[in-house]
Structures are given as C-alpha cells and as structure tokens.
C-alpha cells in the first residue's frame, strides 16, 4: 500500500470504530483495520503493568511471542513507557531488546501510546524491515488511531474486570463491601473515559470537517462552470464528489451531534412552521442521492399544517430516515413521506421497499454504533449512530420513534411528537 497524504489517511480513522474485540479475542480485526491507515510487516499491542509489559495481541503468530506473555522493565524503560508520547524507535532501543524482537530483523518501528487522559496503560509497535521507513506524519496517524483504540481496548477490559468480579460475588469469594469499592471505582474509569473518547470525537471530527468543507466548497465553484465550460463526463465526476462529499460531512456531524448529545450540550431552538416546508427542503437537498439511484421521493400530505418544534432538528430527523430509505432501497424504486395530525400530535412516517429489518433487531438498531451484518449493508458506509441521533432529538422534544419492518418487505419508521 503506498503512502497516502496525510489528510486522506485522517479520514480512513473513525473506520477503527467498527472494530469489535467482544467478538474478536485475538485481535485480527484490530490490525486489519490499522493496515488501511499504516504500513507494517509486524504489529503488537502491549498493556502496561507496574513492573513489566504484556503482549495482548499481535499481528503475526510467533512461537516466542504468545499472548499474554511477560516481559520485566527496567528502571529507564519504566519512565520512558509511562511518561513519553508515541515516537519513532530503531532496532538498537531499550524496548526491542526488552521484548526480544531483534531476531525479526526488522529495521524501522513506530511505537504509540494508549492512554485514557494522562494514564498510559499500554503501547502500540508497529515495524518494517525498511530503514527510515516510518516518519513524524506516520506518527500522527499512529498517535490519533491510538486514541480510538485506548476507547475500545479499556472497554474490553472493563467488561473483562466486571465478569471477573460477577463470578467473585456468586462464588463468595469477595466481600461484599470489597466489591462495591472496586465497581464503584471501575464506574468512575468508565465515566473518565467516556467523558475522554467524546472530547476525541468532537476534536477529530472539527479536523476532518474543515479539509471536506473546502472540498465541497471547490466543487460548487466548478459545477458553476464561471471558469470554463465542462464536459458531461467532467459534470458527472464533480458530482460524484459533491454527493461523496456531502456524505462524509453528513457522517462527521453525526460524530458531533453524538458527542453533544451525551455531553447535555445538544439545544432546541422552537418556532412555528409548515410541516411541508421541512419536508420539501429536505427533499430537495437529497434529490441527487435519489437520482443516483433513479429512486423517487413521494411527499404524500392530505392537508398541510404546522407545528411548533427546532426547524433545524426537525430537518435532521428527516434527513437521516430519507437518506436511509435511500440507501437501504433497490435501484428504480420508490419512497413514500407521510404526514399527519391528529389532535394535539402529529405523525411522519417514512416508508421504502428496501431490504427490511429482522423484527428480533427492532430493540437494537437505535444504539449507538449498530450496524446490522447483511451483504447489503456491507457495501454502505455508515458511523451507526444516524439513527441513535434521530431517537434523541425526537426525544427532546418529547416525542418517539417506532419501526414497522420485516426482512425483504421494506421498513416503515414512525416518528409521533407533540403538535
């Protein structure tokens, strides 16, 4: 894989989070995830101990080098492990001698931290049999993948802590009062790095937004054609990359909306408008992604009225079950928008002919992160938080969400608030 701009590789990295240790013991997920924003011939993840280094996973089986092993730190190295950020590290350092991997023969290592806040509780290695291969933008990448990591590597072990002391409780083996000390201070660790890996979204996702906003903002120009004419290939191209665009800003904010979400930060703004007016703008604003696929948009209203609800909140609600629809529908297909009140509520409801969802998912699909595992849904990119985000802001304003849906018979999301 050659060497990417430094830019193009940043955007690859919220992909980290579908890694899934629950259901990956040994940790393939994890590096096959990593090899699309770094190089390496080999990899490891250590976790830090107060006087030694254990191997939790690696990217290659090795016969001296099996998970869990222990390796005893030297005074020196002790500080070096637990005070210094990620660097670029070679054959002769403390740290490949310490965990015996000169008989690999590699020339060139990356080593990045993971850490919760100022807690450093274990380090990344990366190596390649190059010399100089890796440089201080490989280092930026490493040290911002590592953050995600940290997020999901304590969680594991978190959930590992609890069912270690799940069995100590039924087994009588840890006093009563004992155990409530020790959830109550891992619920504080819980707390402190949730708190962490959501100040990490809200920072990552402003970096990433800024470069694709240019993007966006080039290709209005070119569209525009003030510079010089196109031709339908070139017209056809620089909307490729406007909906592309559009796409990936929509999944950065997504990661922003979540982040104030759970931060109580998340606002609703109310005035009085026509239900319509919500609905025709967002339909306007999704009319390429629908063409792209030749799917039409059917707004079906008997009457229109208004409601009093954050206009910009209402939007995003129909944004994100509109374009759903749109993903999750066939080619030359249709979608139907319904709106309608009745006494002091109003209903909109949503409908496509798409693949459908089991009925045995209904309760899962509004969590954070979920991504139903289907060889359809394999091809669309996601963050899996557009519908958690629905559900809260329908919930700010005191309504709720339902879902009619059947595998192969399309889905139908009814969403009632307060008129």
Same mark, same amino acid.
């Given at each position: 894989?050659? @060497? %990417?701009?430094?830019?193009?590789?940043?955007?690859?990295?919220?992909?980290?989070?579908?890694?899934?240790?629950?259901? /990956?013991?040994?940790?393939?997920?994890?590096?096959?995830? $990593?090899?699309?924003?770094?190089?390496? +011939?080999?990899?490891?993840?250590?976790?830090?101990?107060?006087?030694?280094?254990?191997?939790?996973?690696?990217?290659?089986?090795?016969?001296?080098?099996?998970?869990?092993?222990?390796?005893?730190?030297?005074?020196?190295?002790?500080?070096?492990?637990?005070?210094?950020?990620?660097?670029?590290?070679?054959?002769?350092?403390?740290?490949?001698?310490?965990?015996?991997?000169?008989?690999?023969?590699? @020339?060139?290592?990356?080593?990045?931290?993971?850490?919760?806040?100022?807690?450093?509780?274990?380090? =990344?290695?990366?190596?390649?049999?190059?010399?100089?291969?890796?440089?201080?933008?490989? $280092?930026?990448?490493?040290?911002?993948?590592?953050? =995600?990591?940290?997020?999901?590597? !304590?969680?594991?072990?978190?959930?590992?802590?609890?069912? #270690?002391?799940?069995?100590?409780?039924? /087994?009588?083996?840890?006093?009563?009062?004992?155990?409530?000390?020790?959830?109550?201070?891992?619920?504080? *660790?819980?707390?402190?790095?949730?708190?962490?890996?959501?100040?990490?979204?809200?920072?990552?996702?402003?970096?990433? *937004?800024?470069?694709?906003?240019?993007?966006?903002?080039?290709? +209005? #120009?070119?569209?525009?054609?003030?510079?010089?004419?196109?031709?339908?290939?070139?017209?056809?191209?620089?909307?490729?990359?406007?909906?592309?665009?559009?796409?990936?800003?929509?999944? #950065?904010?997504?990661?922003?909306?979540?982040?104030?979400?759970?931060?109580?930060?998340?606002? =609703?703004?109310?005035?009085?408008?026509?239900?319509? *007016?919500?609905?025709?703008?967002?339909?306007?604003?999704?009319?390429?992604?629908?063409?792209?696929?030749? #799917?039409?948009?059917?707004? &079906?209203?008997?009457?229109?009225?208004?409601?009093?609800?954050?206009?910009?909140?209402?939007?995003?609600?129909?944004?994100?079950?509109?374009?759903? &629809?749109?993903?999750?529908?066939?080619?030359?297909?249709? =979608?139907?928008?319904?709106?309608?009140?009745?006494? /002091? !509520?109003?209903?909109? &409801?949503?409908?496509?002919?798409?693949?459908?969802?089991?009925? !045995?998912?209904?309760?899962?699909?509004?969590? @954070?992160?979920?991504?139903? +595992?289907?060889?359809?849904?394999?091809?669309?990119?996601?963050?899996?938080?557009?519908? %958690?985000?629905?559900?809260?802001?329908?919930?700010?304003?005191?309504?709720?969400?339902?879902?009619?849906?059947?595998?192969?018979?399309?889905?139908?999301?009814?969403?009632?608030?307060?008129?």
């Amino acid at each position: 894989m050659p @060497k %990417t701009d430094i830019q193009e590789t940043l955007k690859l990295i919220p992909s980290l989070f579908e890694i899934d240790l629950n259901s /990956d013991k040994e940790g393939k997920f994890i590096f096959e995830k $990593l090899s699309q924003v770094l190089e390496f +011939d080999e990899a490891f993840i250590y976790f830090l101990n107060p006087e030694s280094l254990q191997l939790k996973y690696s990217y290659k089986l090795h016969k001296n080098y099996k998970k869990d092993t222990i390796f005893a730190m030297s005074e020196s190295l002790k500080k070096q492990m637990f005070n210094k950020g990620g660097q670029i590290i070679n054959l002769d350092s403390k740290f490949i001698e310490t965990v015996g991997l000169a008989e690999l023969k590699k @020339k060139s290592y990356l080593l990045g931290k993971i850490s919760i806040k100022s807690t450093v509780f274990g380090v =990344i290695l990366l190596a390649k049999k190059e010399h100089n291969f890796y440089n201080e933008d490989d $280092l930026t990448v490493l040290d911002a993948s590592a953050g =995600i990591l940290s997020y999901i590597l !304590k969680d594991v072990e978190l959930s590992n802590v609890f069912k #270690i002391q799940l069995k100590a409780l039924k /087994d009588g083996i840890v006093e009563k009062q004992q155990a409530y000390k020790t959830i109550k201070e891992q619920n504080e *660790r819980i707390l402190e790095a949730d708190k962490v890996k959501n100040e990490f979204l809200a920072n990552i996702s402003h970096e990433l *937004r800024t470069p694709l906003n240019s993007i966006l903002g080039f290709a +209005d #120009i070119l569209s525009t054609q003030i510079y010089g004419n196109l031709n339908s290939k070139q017209e056809e191209y620089i909307n490729d990359i406007k909906v592309s665009g559009t796409h990936l800003l929509g999944m #950065i904010n997504e990661i922003l909306d979540m982040s104030k979400i759970e931060a109580n930060a998340m606002k =609703i703004v109310k005035s009085t408008f026509p239900i319509s *007016r919500a609905i025709t703008e967002v339909c306007n604003i999704l009319l390429p992604l629908a063409q792209k696929k030749n #799917i039409h948009i059917n707004a &079906a209203m008997p009457y229109d009225f208004e409601i009093f609800a954050d206009y910009q909140k209402i939007q995003q609600i129909l944004y994100n079950l509109v374009s759903n &629809a749109i993903k999750y529908s066939p080619e030359n297909d249709e =979608i139907e928008i319904a709106a309608v009140h009745v006494g /002091d !509520k109003f209903q909109i &409801a949503v409908h496509d002919n798409g693949i459908g969802i089991d009925p !045995k998912y209904h309760g899962k699909i509004f969590a @954070k992160f979920v991504q139903l +595992d289907s060889a359809y849904t394999k091809k669309e990119s996601s963050t899996g938080l557009g519908l %958690t985000i629905t559900k809260e802001l329908v919930e700010l304003h005191g309504g709720k969400i339902s879902l009619i849906s059947e595998v192969n018979n399309g889905s139908t999301f009814i969403v009632e608030m307060p008129l």
